[in-house]
């Protein structure tokens, strides 16, 4: 059979621009004489369309767009679809909608599979909405069966996983049934197919790739997962959809943060291309990719950065330059009496080397203002954190007034680290419409900028190299209020993304347990800060947003 692959960029409730560019897709397909495209999951409303679940005229829309789809299927010649989908359900019991893969041939829709694993850990909430099913079975297309799966359905292999979530897993029951009529259906190749929309982290695409070979080589299956692309909010999607052979080998693979066409006979016996980009590049293309949809997805097309001069704003620029090119993007410098020259002569050479338009604010004296107004309630009081967060405040309050003024968005520049221990200004670097690298700790900023400047200087090289400073006082270095990010990134990440005690940190890091439980303590006195920050794009197993969700008014014990 020849099956084609189309990894498409849906929008959530685009349900007319999803619908077309579907058409598109499979027309593109049929004229390279495809006989099945298949479709991510969801792709009539886009993933992940949350509280729109909700709304009857939403589902009803959906439903009248795989109508339109199955429509274009009539045409003799055409290849049949299989489309995600949400459906009404039609028992007054239980959820009101499901998640489905629509098989559409011929005109109507021909077979429909429920999905049965609805996940509910992380930035999935799928249980809250949909209603899961209770049986799956196998559907024939053109005389090859087919097993069709939805994402998580094929995520509870227990040969493959150390502990399996769910009691049932859907893929091994499906390969039950094509065992019990071996004798009609071993004629045939086994095909599993899934249809997924499975966000990225570091480093997933690769397991991804390890899980669905064990499933192959496991069933002597081929399968064929075809993923979403593209950014919504704060999660990005790969892509990389793939076909595996019974050996668990790519013959086949979808482009990497890109939309993709790919047409394959199955049986395939030729191995593909292995991955192409190493973890930082992929995290690049994500946070690119990110950077590029949240903007264009909400109706803008043009970005406000508050460039300080430090490293931080300084990949954040770059980053949205490759996502929406340089005359879409504009720097501001805000310098203040405590903002070193050579940090105002680094933001200009970076504006130079980006080739974007800089602008330069003083806010010395709106920082004198505010302070010759405030001083008859700051009197006998010294210099320190109120005046420091001033004078972030000042710069926030600047930069959306342009953004207001010229409909450009503001990127927010703090990352992981700073977000994690509260070293950040609510209503100062904190404002904006997206924390591009909100879930990047600095570490890894450094590593990102390297790479930035993998062809030629994008970053200047004092940049990268001075001691980080948010320069809102005299000599002002970052390590005076945190350890050095070396020793402070290592132990956020365990304490954030892994859930380690500060006994545990300690003992694995050989770290002083006090200083240990000095960083947890800032991380829970940040979360109401991290609460009202802008939506960080999602690039490690665990980021600040939906996916990880602690109270604010608590007494934790670190």
């Not at 330069?360 to 700051?378: M, Y």
């Amino acid at each position: 059979m020849k099956i084609a692959l189309a990894q498409i960029n849906p929008t959530v409730g685009d349900f007319t621009g999803n619908t077309k560019k579907i058409l598109e897709f499979a027309a593109r397909a049929a004229e390279q004489q495809a006989e099945f495209v298949i479709f991510p999951e969801l792709a009539i409303c886009g993933y992940p369309p949350a509280d729109f679940l909700e709304k009857k005229a939403f589902v009803d829309r959906a439903a009248q767009a795989a109508e339109e789809l199955a429509a274009w299927t009539s045409a003799p010649g055409r290849p049949a679809l299989l489309v995600g989908s949400v459906m009404a359900v039609d028992s007054a019991i239980g959820k009101r909608v499901r998640n489905v893969a629509v098989l559409l041939a011929e005109g109507r829709a021909t077979f429909v599979q429920q999905k049965m694993l609805l996940p509910f850990y992380d930035v999935f909430d799928e249980q809250r909405y949909f209603e899961p099913a209770t049986s799956q079975s196998l559907v024939s297309l053109n005389g090859q069966p087919l097993a069709i799966t939805i994402c998580e359905d094929a995520w509870n292999d227990k040969d493959f996983w150390p502990r399996q979530l769910y009691p049932v897993d859907p893929v091994d029951a499906l390969m039950q049934q094509w065992q019990t009529e071996a004798e009609q259906l071993d004629r045939y190749p086994r095909l599993i197919v899934n249809i997924s929309a499975s966000p990225f982290n570091q480093g997933k695409p690769a397991v991804r790739q390890k899980m669905l070979a064990a499933i192959a080589a496991r069933h002597n299956a081929f399968v064929v997962m075809v993923n979403q692309v593209g950014g919504n909010d704060g999660l990005v999607f790969d892509g990389s959809s793939l076909v595996l052979d019974p050996t668990g080998t790519v013959v086949a693979r979808g482009a990497c943060f890109a939309e993709d066409l790919v047409v394959v006979n199955v049986p395939h016996t030729s191995a593909a291309a292995p991955l192409g980009c190493d973890e930082i590049a992929e995290v690049w293309q994500a946070l690119v990719l990110g950077t590029r949809d949240y903007i264009r997805k909400c109706g803008f097309s043009k970005a406000l950065i508050g460039l300080s001069g430090g490293i931080d704003s300084a990949l954040v620029a770059a980053i949205a330059v490759e996502a929406l090119g340089a005359e879409n993007v504009v720097g501001i410098g805000m310098p203040s009496e405590y903002s070193s020259l050579g940090s105002i002569e680094d933001a200009r050479y970076l504006a130079r080397n980006l080739g974007i338009r800089f602008e330069l604010l003083p806010i010395h004296d709106v920082f004198a203002q505010f302070q010759k107004t405030l001083e008859p309630l700051f009197a006998g009081t010294s210099f320190g954190l109120a005046e420091e967060n001033l004078q972030s405040r000042i710069r926030g309050t600047l930069l959306m007034a342009l953004s207001n003024k010229f409909g450009a968005l503001v990127l927010t520049t703090g990352n992981k680290s700073e977000m994690s221990v509260g070293y950040c200004t609510l209503y100062g670097d904190m404002v904006g419409a997206l924390a591009v690298i909100g879930d990047v700790y600095k570490t890894r900023v450094y590593q990102l900028s390297r790479y930035a400047n993998r062809e030629r200087e994008v970053i200047p090289r004092n940049t990268i190299e001075k001691p980080p400073s948010a320069e809102l006082r005299p000599d002002q270095k970052d390590t005076d209020s945190l350890p050095p990010y070396e020793v402070l990134d290592p132990i956020l990440e365990a304490y954030v993304e892994r859930f380690l005690s500060a006994e545990q940190i300690a003992k694995k890091q050989g770290i002083d347990p006090a200083l240990v439980r000095s960083v947890l303590k800032l991380v829970e006195q940040s979360e109401y800060k991290r609460q009202q920050a802008a939506p960080v794009l999602k690039v490690t197993q665990k980021s600040f947003g939906t996916g990880r969700r602690f109270p604010i008014a608590v007494k934790v014990q670190v």
